[in-house]
């Protein structure tokens, strides 16, 4: 696992407990937010 992968795992994890929603639901929100959704 790259460092990068690491630290966006823990991202996810991290805004999934603050924003209490399961972490897919995190990843798509994260995505739109921080404009990873790109396609």
């Known amino acids: ?3 990068h992968s690491q ?3 823990l ?3 991290y805004l999934s407990q603050r924003w209490g ?3 897919e639901r995190a990843v ?3 995505a ?3 404009g ?3 396609g």
């Open 11 to 13: 991202r996810i994890a």
């Open 1 to 3: 696992m790259s460092t």
């Open 28 to 30: 798509m929100l994260a």
């Open 36 to 38: 990873e959704a790109r």
């Open 7 to 9: 630290l966006t795992a």
């Open 21 to 23: 929603v399961t972490p």
């Open 32 to 34: 739109i937010i921080f």
